[in-house]
């Protein structure tokens, strides 16, 4: 039987850019440490938030043999290694198995709208070429393709595809895929509001945008579930709705850089064509880092 390859809180950690647009390493083991001290149980790298849509090959690699090495095993490090291309996705994964990384996250061929066999043959193919355990990545806002249940029972017969990070917000999906699939293909929320009553239905944990912010409480809401203390997880998961809602007030990974620009955190520029929040969603943003306490009231 396969076993997680975590269980509880990953963070999707951001990229800090410097002013230039070069990676902030710097800033970049900054961040790993405070996750790192903050409890989490993962750090995904290069994932949607980490903006690896823009980044080159090369500083795509550079940043998970970077990560890997700063962490020190000291958490699991799962790579963002997807792509459209499934000899690229093969490439980006084959590199970081080589660099040390623990896992592979692999969003759906974007914009290419493959068909559910097209998908199977994707992630066959990759897991022919490596032996890193593999979370699929449903996303379907963002590539315009979901998964069906009946698919994920297939691939979940691949021992070397341990799961999927969730992010459809289909819980007839969720709820399918855990009558169809054995206990040993895992489910984990790619959305943080959606992280108790996904882990109610067997989930085991999330890969987080928030937890950028407040690891301490996301790894607290995802321990509280697997624990089996569901009213405490649910009480956070509902003092926490303003704020996670202010998190996606505009396309990800925008309002949490901008958040933690507002706390002294020198993540630099986002990278075009992503561009700085709204003005008008500045004040809601301050407003909800003030009510959670990482930000003082003027």
């Known amino acids: 039987m396969r076993e997680p390859i975590f269980c509880g809180a990953c963070t999707a950690i951001v990229t800090p850019f410097t002013p230039e647009g070069k990676i902030n390493y710097p800033v970049l083991a900054q961040l790993l440490d405070e996750q790192l001290q903050g409890g989490i149980d993962a750090i995904c790298v290069c994932g949607t938030t980490g903006e690896s849509a823009t980044m080159t090959p090369e500083e795509h690699r550079a940043v998970i043999e970077y990560a890997v090495q700063h962490v ?3 958490v699991k490090i799962i790579a963002g290694s997807g792509s ?4 690229t996705a093969i490439e980006l994964s084959l590199h ?3 660099v040390g ?3 592979l996250l692999l969003v759906t061929p974007y914009y290419n709208k493959a068909t559910q066999q097209g998908l199977i043959h994707h992630y066959e193919l990759i897991a022919q070429k490596t032996d890193l355990p593999m979370i699929l990545y449903n996303v379907p806002s963002r590539t315009g ?3 069906t249940a009946e698919t994920y029972q297939i691939l979940s017969q691949n021992p070397k595809i341990n799961g999927v990070k969730e992010a459809s917000g289909n819980f007839s999906l969720i709820t399918r895929t855990r009558q169809l699939c054995g206990d040993d293909f895992y489910i984990w929320s790619g959305n943080d509001d959606q992280v108790v009553p996904l882990m109610a239905l067997g989930a ?3 890969i987080s945008v928030a937890s950028n912010l407040l690891p301490n409480a996301m790894a607290e809401m995802t321990h509280r579930c697997l624990t089996g203390d ?4 649910a009480r956070l998961q509902i003092e ?8 996606f007030i505009e396309v990800n990974p925008i309002p949490v850089k901008t958040a933690l620009k507002m706390l002294g955190k020198d993540v630099g520029p986002l990278r075009t064509p992503l561009c700085d929040l709204s003005p008008q969603h500045i004040d809601t943003l301050q407003k909800q880092l003030i009510a959670v306490g990482l930000l003082e009231q003027n």
Do not use: C, R
């Open 84 to 87: 459209n291309n499934t000899a």
């Open 101 to 103: 990384a623990d896992a």
């Open 72 to 74: 020190k095993h000291q």
């Open 204 to 206: 085991k944990g999330v």
């Open 96 to 98: 970081a198995q080589e």
């Open 145 to 147: 393709i979901s998964f």
């Open 230 to 233: 569901f009213s405490g997880a």
């Open 240 to 247: 926490l709705i303003d704020f996670i809602e202010a998190l």
